[in-house]
Structure formats: C-alpha cells, structure tokens
C-alpha cells in the first residue's frame, strides 16, 4: 500500500474519495441569489476600465446588468458575442490580472466585483439551455482551413462560420480543445468541461474537425493555400525550454506541460506515479498548475523554485495563494545547478541569484533539495516550424507570413499566452479573413 | 444619557417610539413582547364595531419591494381592521396597560361613520384604560369600500365630524390618523383641528400595487390569480411622509398641532428627522416586522446619544428643521455652489461623467487616466453626481465665496435675492 510517505515516484498514493475531492471544481459557483447580489455590486462604470483590461473586450457591465435583471442567458450572449470561450475564461482567467484587477472597486476597497465568477454563471446558465444561440449567415461558398483547434483556432472558426463560410480544422492531437483541454489544471475544468464547451461551439455547424492531423507532417502549408481560399494558424508552442543544467536527463525529470496533459487525459488520476519530494523549476502557471496537482496525487513535499523574486512571477496571487494554501512551498531567488541522483533524480542543487542592472547573477552559494520528481516549467517555445513560416522573437512572424494565411494565439506575438487573448486574435483573424473573402459585405 | 421621556397630548411614554396600529399590535402576545422589549407605546391594531369581526383574506396579505440582498424597501398589505372579536381585545388591552402603566397604550378606532357607532365603542375603550384613541381614517383597502377608513379620510367635512363627536363622548386624547391618499394633507389636517383633535398622525399607508407577476398577469400580492391594491409603507414612503409632515408643522392653519409622524421610520436617524419636523412622537411598523421588536435598543440608543452629542434635550430637537422648510420662491439665488471632486478618494468609475455628460449639463471633464474635474463654468449646482457617486465625501458642494463671479452666469455670487424680485419673474415686486 502506497502513501505520501512512500518514497520515489510511484501511483495511487491517495485513495479514490480523496483523490475525487483533491481534482474536485476549484471554483465555487454562485447559485442565483448569490449572483444578483454580487452583480449588484457592479457601479456600471463609464467607459469601463474593466472592458479595456479584457483582451476580448467583453461589454463586462451590461452582462453584469443582465444578470442583476434577472437575464443570466441573455447575459451569456453579450458574453459570448465578444468572447466564444466565456466560459472557460470564466473559470481560468487570471482576473485579477485582467478585468478585476482594473476593477474600480479593486481601488475603492480592494474587493473587485467578482466578474470572473458571474461570467461563469452566466455562461453556465446559457449552456444549460441546451441550444446554441447563434444562426449562420447564409453560405459564402468559400472554405478556410484552421491549423489547431485550440481556442485560438475554435474562436477563428466559429466566427467564420457565423459569417456562413465553411471551416475544416486540422488538429494533431486526439481530441480538440488546444490547452482548455491539454494544459490547464484538472480541477479548473472538471467533469469534462472543455469537451463538452467545444461540442457546444461546433454546434453553430459548418465547421469540421479532422483530428490526428499534424502541419508539416500529413499536410503541407502550400497544400492548404492551394486547396482553401484562406489558411488561420492556431499551432500553439510546441517545444518547452530545457534547464541546461546537469543532470537534466535523469529519471524522474520530466516537462510540467506533458504531465499536465496526462493528469487531463486520465480516466484514472490515481493511476498517475508522483513523487514523494517533487520540486517544480518556473514561476508561471504552468509551474502552480503541475505544484498543487502534485499535492492533489498525494506527494508529500512540493516545492516550487523561481529563479527570480517573487514580484516577477508570471502566476497570480490568487494561483500563488492558491498553491501556498494547498501546501507548496514556493522559494525565490535560486536558480538549479545540477539535477544529482544515481540514475534517478534524488536531489537539485540550486544557487541563489540576485537581480542586478546587467540582470540576473547566480551566486556562489546555494541548497539542495530533494527530489524524486522534478517538474520543468520554465517555459514554452515554438519549436521547428512547418515550412514557409518564419519567426522573430520566440513567435511566427506575422508580417513575413504568405499571402492568404493569418495567425493568431500562443504563437503568434501580441499580448499573454492565454485562452483569453487567443480567442481575441482568433476571432479578431476571422474578421479580418472575412473582409478578405468578401470584400466585407 | 439624555431622558427620551415623552409627553405625547398628555400620553406619557419612557421613549417617543411606539409601534404603529398594525399586524404587529393586533394582541395582547405580541404588546407584551414589544413592551418587554423596550418600545415606549403602542397604538392597538384598529378595532372595529360590536358584531362578527371583519375576515381576511386566505391567501398572502403582503407584498414587497426588495433592495439588493432582499432588503425590504417597502411592503404592500391588504390585511384589514382586526378580525378578532371586540371583547378579546377589550379584554386584553386592559390586562396589558394594567401590567405596562408606565407605557402608552392607544387604541386604533374604525367603527361605521354614524354617532351612535362611536359613542358606542368609546365608552367601552375608557373602560380597559386605555391612554387615547387614534381615529383610522387613513386605511387605503377594503375598509374604504364599506364608507370607512380613507373614505371618510379624504373627505375633511367626516373628519371635522367624526372628530367632533369623539371629543363629544370621551375624554380621551383623540389622535386623527390622516391618508396621504389625497392632494393636499393640510385640508384634512386643518378639518381634524376643527373638530377638535388633539394631535394627527401621519401617513397611513399609499394606495400601491408592488408588481405584476408577469406569468400569471395577475398583480402582487396574488390571490387566486387577483390583486386589488394593498396600502404601501416601510423606508421607500419615508420622503413622502416626511413632507407631508412639513406641510402640516409650518402651515399657518395647522401649526402647534401635535404631530405623531408615521412613515418608513427604521433607525433613529430617521426618528431624529421626523422629531426634528415637529413630531412629538413617531410610530414604527415595517422595520419591526421586517426585524422583529429588538431593533428598538439601537433607536433609543442611538436618539439619546445624538441628543447628547448635541448637547440638546428631546424638546430641544422637536420642531427644530421647520423654520427652514420654506417655499421654492423664497429659496436664495444668491447663493451659488459648484461640485468638487476630491481626486484622492476618486475612484474612477466615472458614474458622475456619465450622469453630466447624458443627463444634465455637461459639466465634468474626463482626462487621459480617467481624471474627472468639473467645469465651473458649466456647473449649475444640481448635485446630481454628488448621488450617483458611490463613494461617500468624494463629491461634495462648495460655495462661491460672497464677491465672486460665477463663471457660468457672470453674476456676483453671494447676499440674497429670492424670484419674488427676480427681473424674470412677471410678478415680481419691487424690492423694498
């Protein structure tokens, strides 16, 4: 019988009912009450700063109203008119980095209305209507060919197919969703969520998924431009930055991404081996979201290593809270060294660091800590990309890009990596490949 | 603590709150957990003549308005008079005033309007010792399609009667309870002196019907998919009553009534306003029903402590405000103020643009970063983004120093000067 005392990297260190509880909805929705007395709490500002902090611009204050009135459907339209992942966003978003962070009341009393949790209820209550709100225009005739079905490459699509055009999306993995259904924690989107919202969005019909399906390796950019009358690429990063530090190649140390994946993926999370003592290298969310799943398994000891301080974590307060408050332990200022252990990861070696104008400087001085699993989460790049794209600063560069494609999400430049700004460059791209199609009309 | 000792038309009460006729003062329970509570009086829920008692409906008798979190901002009833038998209540409220001397104990009257009827019930009301009687002449429902409560309320000439043959057979202070169901409060109020009132109470609840089910069609409260209109009280009516108020104190014809002021009274700040308007007492429902008897510690509690902070006495507060409730005429145009946005609690919601900007007189100016500064030379004063500002002292109005131009008009602010004299005015007089 496993447990968190058992050392090395082993499965089914909890038993089932904890497990179920540990990757249980983080979120706790609002039922109706509590959703018209948080929306009340919305002063419907001028000019909101709130719409101008979401990258997709969501007209924030008049869904809150529709709600407030009494109309959570209707207030999921004005949700989903602007942004066809609101309920993902609902639930991931950082908005405390976003909308709430540039909620009046954030600086009135520090306590911003809670417009991520009422746009969950919102969309919550509109896809429990069972129907798709939107109808088609009539068909264009034209067909346009979506590279991942992320919600870049989703967001692209339902808007092209909104303006009646015909959409084949090609995806290399098994099942559609991009990072909702790949990279995001379990416990952000339990119960299948971001399945069942990308079975939602097809419904608006016209688009076809082909899964298994892989850019550069079963189809040719040329073959798209060739066979489509326009091309959206939505391919997401593909590569993950390695530690070069020593010792990287031991068992044991694995990407943070791939293991997110397969936390996702499993029909069983018991069945997935974690470490006793797990140390994440990274500050992003990708570093809290492979952390607390750790913890989530049963690992006893996690601790997450950031080489820089702690202002200059890319994860949220609220995730950073989040994982101190499900036992992480999260360390700044160290930087690893060398990963040591007999063919196995049992211990990283980490020196400290210091920020200085010339950047950042590692010191002579440092600890170890043990590890039996060491999680990388320091980033992710592009990768080799398919022929005929060019890149320029770590992303596909969108101005040397053929005639007749359009990019847009994770590899494109512009904004964060996250769900929010993909599915704004997505649906911002098929307006544009609209304009393009149609002459606008 | 200051003495919240009142002498109400020679009714004596430890505190000036009494709980107005109504549900919660309908028996001899409930008038016991109010006094054991700590209320000052109680004004008995209306009896009504000898013979089988009215019968209310079965069905629900309120309605509501909710604020955000289900705040009662207002009920609608349609319950009517008692629908106990007189003698229980005779009996009761003699038990009570005989175990509460010290508390003031008024007995809510509505009996047909003909002499005999009230001769009748008086002799009977003197009987259990009783303080007074409060005349129900303010009743919006049901009762005032029998010829009684607001239909006798709405015609002065019933109430000079009715009055006149209350004095007549009793001795009892008699207060006249008025309907604000009626243009001018003053004439029933000027009808009740003549006939000889002691003292008016005021208002009785406003015909209303709270809202329509918009499934069933049929207005709220619903009684077998019908609605008739209820009587509407609590904290929404309090601006009304408090101006009906007013009218009443200041009126030349009915100054130095003594006024039991009635009204969406929940706090004693709200006592403190209607005391300040010329109450000599006030009288409570809807919060005690919405909360139950315990609110009124914090009532006494807290009228004391502002009469303290006063340095004031509760005679000292009565009547205070009147002399400066005046007519629009004699407002001074002289004086001038303009908006000033304290940009260190500004918020940046930019409620106060948006309400200049789309409604008023595009006053406010919106910067780069969301600054909002007022222009003077547009601001008329109206104060309007002083309300919707949600943050309290952020907005707040500042006089234009005697002397000083008023960029907006290019007049010399500051004296007085009323439309009485304005040039525009055609019927200006002359100053003199």
């Given at each position: 019988m496993t447990s968190p005392h058992t050392p090395g990297v082993v499965a089914h260190r909890l038993d089932a009912a904890t497990l179920a509880r540990n990757f249980a909805d983080v979120q706790e929705p609002f039922d109706h009450h509590e959703a018209r007395v948080a929306a009340d709490r919305c002063y419907f500002c001028y000019d909101a700063p709130c719409i101008q902090a979401c990258p997709t611009?969501?007209?924030?204050?008049?869904?809150?109203?529709?709600?407030?009135?009494?109309?959570?459907?209707?207030?999921?339209?004005?949700?989903?008119?602007?942004?066809?992942?609101?309920?993902?966003?609902?639930?991931?978003?950082?908005?405390?980095?976003?909308?709430?962070?540039?909620?009046?009341?954030?600086?009135?009393?520090?306590?911003?209305?809670?417009?991520?949790?009422?746009?969950?209820?919102?969309?919550?209550?509109?896809?429990?209507?069972?129907?798709?709100?939107?109808?088609?225009?009539?068909?264009?005739?034209?067909?346009?060919?979506?590279?991942?079905?992320?919600?870049?490459?989703?967001?692209?699509?339902?808007?092209?197919?909104?303006?009646?055009?015909?959409?084949?999306?090609?995806?290399?993995?098994?099942?559609?969703?991009?990072?909702?259904?790949?990279?995001?924690?379990?416990?952000?989107?339990?119960?299948?969520?971001?399945?069942?919202?990308?079975?939602?969005?097809?419904?608006?019909?016209?688009?076809?998924?082909?899964?298994?399906?892989?850019?550069?390796?079963?189809?040719?950019?040329?073959?798209?431009?060739?066979?489509?009358?326009?091309?959206?690429?939505?391919?997401?990063?593909?590569?993950?930055?390695?530690?070069?530090?020593?010792?990287?190649?031991?068992?044991?140390?694995?990407?943070?991404?791939?293991?997110?994946?397969?936390?996702?993926?499993?029909?069983?999370k018991g069945a997935i081996p974690v470490g006793r003592s797990v140390v994440v290298i990274g500050g992003g969310m990708t570093a809290v979201d492979a952390a607390v799943q750790s913890r989530a398994l049963g690992a006893e000891v996690v601790t997450i290593v950031y080489r820089r301080g702690q202002e200059a974590m890319s994860a949220s307060h609220h995730e950073q809270d989040h994982a101190k408050h499900e036992g992480v332990r999260i360390l700044h200022e160290a930087a690893p060294v060398e990963v040591l252990g007999n063919g196995a990861a049992r211990e990283v070696a980490f020196r400290y660091t210091e920020t200085t104008p010339e950047g950042l400087r590692v010191l002579d001085h440092g600890f170890k800590l043990e590890a039996d699993q060491v999680f990388k989460a320091i980033g992710q790049t592009l990768g080799e990309l398919p022929e005929g794209l060019a890149a320029s600063g770590g992303k596909i560069d969108p101005t040397r890009l053929p005639a007749g494609v359009w990019v847009g999400g994770d590899c494109a430049p512009g904004g964060e990596d996250l769900t929010v700004t993909a599915t704004a460059q997505g649906r911002d791209a098929a307006e544009s490949i609209h304009i393009h199609l149609t002459g606008g009309r | 603590m200051a003495s919240l000792h009142t002498d109400f038309v020679g009714i004596r009460s430890p505190n000036p709150f009494w709980l107005a006729s109504a549900p919660p003062t309908d028996k001899e329970y409930n008038v016991r957990r109010a006094f054991q509570a700590g209320w000052g009086g109680v004004v008995w829920k209306t009896l009504g003549a000898e013979g089988p008692p009215v019968v209310n409906v079965n069905g629900p008798r309120y309605g509501v308005i909710h604020g955000p979190d289900r705040r009662v901002m207002g009920i609608n009833n349609i319950e009517l008079i008692t629908d106990r038998p007189l003698d229980v209540n005779l009996r009761e409220i003699k038990a009570v005033k005989r175990d509460f001397p010290d508390r003031a104990l008024v007995i809510s009257l509505m009996v047909p309007c003909d002499e005999e009827s009230w001769k009748a019930i008086l002799g009977r009301i003197e009987d259990t010792g009783a303080d007074g009687v409060e005349l129900n002449f303010g009743c919006p429902h049901g009762m005032s399609e029998r010829g009684m409560g607001a239909a006798v309320g709405q015609v002065p000439e019933y109430i000079e009667?009715?009055?006149?043959?209350?004095?007549?057979?009793?001795?009892?202070?008699?207060?006249?309870?008025?309907?604000?169901?009626?243009?001018?409060?003053?004439?029933?109020?000027?009808?009740?002196?003549?006939?000889?009132?002691?003292?008016?109470?005021?208002?009785?609840?406003?015909?209303?019907?709270?809202?329509?089910?918009?499934?069933?069609?049929?207005?709220?409260?619903?009684?077998?998919?019908?609605?008739?209109?209820?009587?509407?009280?609590?904290?929404?009516?309090?601006?009304?009553?408090?101006?009906?108020?007013?009218?009443?104190?200041?009126?030349?014809?009915?100054?130095?009534?003594?006024?039991?002021?009635?009204?969406?009274?929940?706090?004693?700040?709200?006592?403190?306003?209607?005391?300040?308007?010329?109450?000599?007492?006030?009288?409570?429902?809807?919060?005690?029903?919405?909360?139950g008897f315990g609110i009124i510690k914090e009532m006494t509690a807290g009228l004391s402590a502002y009469l303290d902070d006063k340095g004031m006495r509760l005679s000292d507060l009565t009547g205070r405000a009147v002399p400066n409730v005046t007519d629009w005429q004699y407002l001074n145009l002289a004086y001038v103020t303009k908006a000033r946005i304290d940009q260190n609690l500004c918020i940046h919601c930019g409620r106060c643009y948006a309400a200049c900007e789309d409604t008023s007189h595009q006053a406010i100016a919106m910067s780069p970063g969301r600054i909002f500064t007022v222009k003077d030379e547009e601001c008329v004063a109206c104060n309007l983004c002083v309300d919707v500002c949600p943050v309290e002292s952020c907005i707040t109005m500042h006089e234009l120093p005697p002397g000083t131009v008023d960029p907006r008009t290019g007049l010399v602010a500051g004296g007085y000067a009323n439309w009485t004299t304005h040039p525009n005015n055609p019927m200006a007089r002359a100053a003199e």
């Open positions: 611009a969501i007209d924030i204050p008049l869904f809150i109203r529709q709600i407030q009135a009494g109309r959570p459907v209707e207030a999921a339209r004005t949700i989903w008119d602007a942004n066809i992942f609101g309920a993902a966003c609902g639930r991931v978003c950082p908005t405390e980095q976003l909308c709430e962070g540039a909620c009046v009341r954030e600086e009135a009393e520090g306590k911003p209305v809670e417009i991520g949790r009422l746009q969950r209820h919102a969309t919550d209550a509109g896809m429990a209507t069972n129907t798709h709100p939107y109808e088609r225009a009539p068909a264009t005739g034209r067909r346009v060919a979506v590279v991942g079905a992320g919600p870049a490459g989703l967001a692209c699509a339902h808007r092209l197919a909104l303006h009646g055009h015909d959409v084949v999306v090609f995806e290399k993995r098994k099942r559609p969703g991009g990072l909702n259904e790949h990279g995001i924690a379990a416990y952000k989107m339990p119960d299948d969520f971001a399945q069942r919202e990308v079975d939602w969005l097809l419904r608006i019909g016209g688009i076809e998924v082909r899964t298994g399906v892989a850019l550069g390796r079963d189809l040719s950019l040329d073959d798209l431009r060739r066979d489509y009358d326009a091309v959206f690429l939505g391919i997401g990063l593909q590569g993950v930055n390695s530690l070069r530090a020593p010792g990287e190649d031991k068992a044991g140390v694995r990407d943070a991404v791939e293991f997110i994946e397969g936390l996702r993926q499993a029909p069983d | 009667m009715v009055t006149r043959w209350v004095k007549q057979h009793s001795r009892m202070p008699c207060i006249v309870k008025l309907t604000p169901n009626i243009t001018d409060i003053r004439k029933p109020a000027e009808a009740a002196r003549r006939g000889g009132a002691d003292a008016v109470s005021l208002i009785n609840t406003i015909s209303s019907i709270t809202s329509v089910n918009l499934d069933s069609f049929s207005p709220e409260p619903s009684i077998d998919g019908k609605g008739a209109h209820g009587g509407y009280c609590g904290p929404a009516v309090k601006p009304i009553a408090l101006n009906m108020v007013a009218e009443i104190a200041r009126d030349p014809a009915t100054r130095g009534l003594p006024i039991s002021g009635i009204g969406g009274i929940s706090t004693w700040r709200d006592a403190a306003e209607f005391i300040a308007l010329g109450c000599g007492s006030v009288q409570v429902c809807t919060a005690a029903m919405t909360y």
